[in-house]
Structure formats: structure tokens, C-alpha cells
């Protein structure tokens, strides 16, 4: 009897084998033929036999399983989901096996299949349809977690989108991998604009010096994304009521890297969102003393002590920015606002004078002040032009300027404004 046993037994496995075989073969030939209906229903057939299969047969299933689902995915994201776990899982038993005889066309066609899903997700994120672009881009980033560059930008989205719980998750998910976004970047300086370009690739970058048209090749490490995904964390946690979490994260932030400098800005704008600008102040100067030759802090000291209302502050530090970076646009924008910013005084008691002797004389004097006013701003809304030649309201506020002194170059200025703006 034992024997009988072992030999029924036998036939059993062997006949069960035999049918699952026949299964693949079938979902392998009606997918070459295209006849997706019929593959689908043959490896329906052959699911509830896998368990007992050998290593290349359920590699051989899994890629047949993701190049069915694929072929009518669409733009359903369950479905590319299926699919590319599919394929992912086919790589997955294949390198454990020590096999690769589908791992390279799996490779390449969840590659594809990826490639499609970020494309349309840029296409709606131009469209402005931030969740539509939130949820693809997540599933870039599951379908392979390798690439977490995708989950930052999944989490940008969602905030876009106003999905503050959903860009928390993310964020908190960047900050528990230890996420930097810090990349290598292969940069070189344009010889006729001196505009510094990012490059693909050093050969690329190596080639356009090697022509001539580029100098000063040099590699760079992309800024850290770590204080920015500190502070959003932050400033979701305020948007949700919860200001003690919202320091707290940043503190948790700063345990790592005390001195990052992108760090005590997100803790300065926390501050300054919570309405304590003298302890926004006091983080603003320390980063500026830990790195004082850097044109970026001192600008963004000038905007917080303008936002406090001192403006005699405020141009200290653009001025100094200026002579670290001399064609900072911003700051060169900023300071001419702030002169600029007098004329309403002077304009409001011109309109207050009657039509004495006296206050015709006074006029006068505040008319000559309000052109001196004109005159100092100009310097620096011209110096803007250089470095920005297309910086519309610099030029609009320069042609205002130039006809309120008579100067001939307000129709220059008139004309660049018409060309810009597509005027006749």
C-alpha cells in the first residue's frame, strides 16, 4: 500500500506540474498574439498553482503577469501599481535564484512604465492639478524607492494642492530616510553672458569647455533639501494649530547638524510665522555671522529688517550684499523700492501747501528733493537692468522716472516696455 501511496502521489504532483506549465505557455502565446483577455485568463488559471512552482516559473509568471495589466492600465494608477509590482517581483525572485533571464526585459519595461507615470505627472502639475501630479509621483517612488527624489516632489505637490496631511506624511517619510537631495553637479561658466550652467553629465560638461564656449568647469554638490523639509514640516504643523510641534521639529532638526545654515533659516521663518521677529532677528545675524561673505543671508537679513519697518537697517545689509554680489538683481531692486518708499512723505506735503509766497517757495525746495529722491534710485534700477535686461517693472519704474525729470530716456525705456509687453 505504501508504495501505491508514493506512486499516486507522484503522478499527482507530475499532472499538476504538467497543467500549470501549460497555463504559462498559453498566457505567453496569447500575449504575443495580443489576445490580452485570453493571457489573462490562462494566468488566472495558473495563480493557484504557484505556490508549488520552481523559481523560473514564477519569474516567467510575474513578467507575463505585468505585461498583461500594463497593456490596459491606461492611466489607472492601481493598475501601473499591479503591473510594476509585478515586474518588481520577477527581478526580486530572479535575484534571489541567482537567475536573469527576465530581469532585463522586466527591468526595461517597468523603466517605461515609470518614465510614462512621470510624464504625465509633470503634465499635471502644469496643469496645476497638484494631486493628479502628488499621487503619480508617489507611485514613482514606491514602484521603485530608490529613487526618493520622487516622494520630495510628491510632497511639493501636495502642498500645492493644499493636502497639508498628506505633504506631512511624505515629509515625515524624507526626514525618517535621512533625504538630502544633496547630488553631484557638473557646472561651467558661459564665456560670452557669464552665466554659471548645470550639465547632465561631466562628458557633456567636459566637451562644451572643450569647444571653447564654456570655462571654469567645476563639480558642485547640490544644496541640502534638509532645512526645507524641516521647516514645511514646521509650517504645516503651525497651518494646523500645533506651534509647540512645530519648534519641536525644528529643534529635532538641529540636533543633527547645529550649524546648517538651512536649518536656522526654516527655525528664523518659524519664528518670524509665530510673530517672535526679535528671536527671528537673533537667528537672522547668527547665520550671518557663521558665514559673512554670503550675499544670499545679508539680502534676506535686509527683507526681515524691512519687514520690521527699518528700512536705514535694511539698506545696510542690501548695500552690502551688493558689494559681495554686485549684480544682485534683488537687492538693487530692493534698495531703489526703499528710496523710492520716501516720495509719499514729500508728495503728501506738496499736496498740503497753499499758494503763499512761502509755500511756493517751500514747493519748490520739495520738488528739487523729490528729483534728488528720482535721481538716487536710478543708479540702482539701471544696474538692475543689466544683470536682468527684461525686468519689466524696473523698466516701467525708470520711463515713470525719466519723464518725471524730463530726461530723453524715458522714451527708451518706453519703447522696451512696448516690445516686452508686445505693444504697438
Same mark, same amino acid.
Given at each position: 500500500?505504501?508504495?501505491?501511496?508514493?506512486?499516486?502521489?507522484?503522478?499527482?504532483?507530475?499532472?499538476?506540474?504538467f497543467?500549470?506549465?501549460?497555463?504559462?505557455k498559453?498566457?505567453?502565446?496569447?500575449?504575443?498574439?495580443?489576445?490580452m483577455?485570453v493571457?489573462?485568463?490562462?494566468?488566472?488559471?495558473?495563480?493557484?498553482?504557484?505556490?508549488?512552482?520552481?523559481?523560473?516559473?514564477?519569474?516567467?509568471?510575474?513578467?507575463?503577469k505585468?505585461?498583461?495589466?500594463?497593456?490596459?492600465?491606461?492611466e489607472?494608477?492601481?493598475?501601473?501599481?499591479?503591473a510594476?509590482?509585478?515586474?518588481?517581483?520577477?527581478?526580486?525572485?530572479e535575484?534571489?535564484?541567482?537567475?536573469?533571464?527576465?530581469?532585463?526585459?522586466?527591468?526595461?519595461?517597468?523603466?517605461?512604465?515609470?518614465?510614462?507615470?512621470i510624464e504625465?505627472?509633470?503634465?499635471?502639475?502644469?496643469?496645476?492639478?497638484?494631486?493628479g501630479?502628488?499621487?503619480?509621483?508617489?507611485?514613482?517612488?514606491?514602484?521603485?524607492?530608490?529613487?526618493?527624489?520622487?516622494?520630495?516632489?510628491?510632497?511639493?505637490n501636495?502642498?500645492? !494642492?493644499? !493636502?497639508?496631511?498628506?505633504?506631512?506624511?511624505?515629509?515625515?517619510?524624507?526626514?525618517?530616510?535621512?533625504?538630502?537631495?544633496?547630488?553631484?553637479?557638473?557646472v561651467?561658466?558661459?564665456?560670452?553672458?557669464?552665466?554659471?550652467?548645470?550639465?547632465?553629465?561631466?562628458?557633456?560638461?567636459?566637451?562644451?569647455?572643450?569647444?571653447g564656449?564654456?570655462?571654469?568647469p567645476?563639480?558642485k554638490?547640490?544644496?541640502?533639501?534638509?532645512g526645507?523639509?524641516a521647516k514645511?514640516?514646521?509650517?504645516?504643523?503651525?497651518?494646523?494649530?500645533k506651534?509647540?510641534?512645530?519648534v519641536?521639529?525644528?529643534?529635532?532638526?538641529?540636533?543633527?547638524?547645529?550649524?546648517d545654515?538651512?536649518?536656522?533659516?526654516?527655525?528664523?521663518?518659524?519664528?518670524?510665522?509665530?510673530?517672535?521677529?526679535a528671536?527671528?532677528?537673533?537667528?537672522?545675524?547668527?547665520?550671518?555671522?557663521?558665514?559673512?561673505?554670503?550675499?544670499?543671508?545679508?539680502?534676506?537679513?535686509?527683507?526681515?529688517?524691512?519687514?520690521?519697518?527699518?528700512?536705514?537697517?535694511?539698506?545696510?545689509?542690501?548695500?552690502?550684499?551688493?558689494?559681495?554680489?554686485? !549684480?544682485?538683481?534683488?537687492?538693487q531692486?530692493n534698495?531703489?523700492?526703499?528710496?523710492?518708499?520716501?516720495?509719499?512723505?514729500?508728495?503728501d506735503?506738496?499736496?498740503?501747501?497753499?499758494?503763499?509766497?512761502?509755500?511756493?517757495?517751500?514747493?519748490?525746495?520739495?520738488?528739487?528733493?523729490?528729483?534728488e529722491?528720482?535721481?538716487?534710485?536710478?543708479?540702482?534700477?539701471?544696474?538692475?537692468?543689466?544683470?536682468?535686461?527684461?525686468n519689466?517693472?524696473?523698466?516701467?519704474?525708470?520711463?515713470?522716472?525719466?519723464?518725471?525729470?524730463?530726461?530723453?530716456?524715458?522714451?527708451?525705456?518706453?519703447?522696451?516696455?512696448?516690445?516686452?509687453?508686445?505693444?504697438n
Amino acid at each position: 500500500m505504501k508504495t501505491k501511496f508514493f506512486v499516486v502521489l507522484f503522478l499527482a504532483v507530475s499532472a499538476f506540474g504538467f497543467s500549470q506549465k501549460q497555463a504559462i505557455k498559453s498566457a505567453a502565446k496569447a500575449l504575443k498574439s495580443g489576445d490580452m483577455d485570453v493571457a489573462a485568463e490562462a494566468l488566472q488559471a495558473a495563480e493557484g498553482q504557484l505556490d508549488a512552482a520552481d523559481d523560473k516559473m514564477k519569474a516567467n509568471y510575474y513578467f507575463l503577469k505585468g505585461q498583461v495589466i500594463a497593456a490596459s492600465a491606461g492611466e489607472s494608477l492601481d493598475k501601473i501599481e499591479s503591473a510594476a509590482s509585478a515586474y518588481n517581483k520577477t527581478i526580486e525572485i530572479e535575484a534571489a535564484a541567482g537567475a536573469s533571464k527576465y530581469t532585463a526585459d522586466a527591468s526595461q519595461k517597468l523603466q517605461l512604465l515609470r518614465q510614462s507615470l512621470i510624464e504625465n505627472a509633470i503634465k499635471d502639475q502644469n496643469a496645476k492639478n497638484y494631486k493628479g501630479a502628488s499621487e503619480k509621483l508617489y507611485l514613482g517612488y514606491t514602484t521603485n524607492k530608490a529613487d526618493t527624489t520622487y516622494l520630495y516632489y510628491a510632497a511639493g505637490n501636495a502642498v500645492n !494642492d493644499k !493636502d497639508y496631511d498628506t505633504a506631512l506624511k511624505y515629509y515625515k517619510e524624507l526626514k525618517d530616510l535621512g533625504f538630502s537631495g544633496e547630488k553631484k553637479e557638473f557646472v561651467a561658466t558661459h564665456k560670452e553672458t557669464g552665466k554659471l550652467d548645470v550639465f547632465e553629465s561631466k562628458q557633456i560638461r567636459d566637451l562644451s569647455v572643450k569647444s571653447g564656449e564654456y570655462i571654469k568647469p567645476e563639480t558642485k554638490t547640490s544644496e541640502s533639501k534638509k532645512g526645507e523639509i524641516a521647516k514645511n514640516i514646521a509650517l504645516i504643523y503651525m497651518s494646523q494649530g500645533k506651534d509647540e510641534e512645530a519648534v519641536a521639529a525644528i529643534e529635532e532638526a538641529k540636533k543633527e547638524n547645529p550649524e546648517d545654515s538651512a536649518l536656522m533659516q526654516a527655525e528664523a521663518d518659524v519664528y518670524y510665522k509665530l510673530g517672535n521677529i526679535a528671536k527671528y532677528k537673533e537667528i537672522m545675524e547668527q547665520i550671518v555671522a557663521n558665514d559673512p561673505e554670503n550675499p544670499d543671508l545679508l539680502y534676506n537679513l535686509g527683507v526681515s529688517a524691512s519687514r520690521l519697518g527699518d528700512n536705514d537697517q535694511a539698506m545696510g545689509y542690501y548695500k552690502k550684499a551688493l558689494e559681495l554680489k554686485p !549684480d544682485y538683481t534683488a537687492a538693487q531692486i530692493n534698495i531703489a523700492s526703499i528710496i523710492l518708499s520716501g516720495e509719499t512723505k514729500i508728495v503728501d506735503e506738496m499736496n498740503g501747501l497753499g499758494t503763499s509766497s512761502s509755500d511756493n517757495r517751500k514747493y519748490e525746495e520739495l520738488t528739487k528733493k523729490r528729483s534728488e529722491l528720482y535721481k538716487t534710485a536710478v543708479p540702482y534700477l539701471e544696474g538692475a537692468l543689466k544683470s536682468n535686461p527684461d525686468n519689466v517693472e524696473a523698466i516701467r519704474t525708470l520711463m515713470n522716472i525719466f519723464y518725471q525729470l524730463d530726461d530723453p530716456k524715458a522714451g527708451e525705456m518706453k519703447d522696451k516696455l512696448k516690445a516686452l509687453e508686445g505693444g504697438n
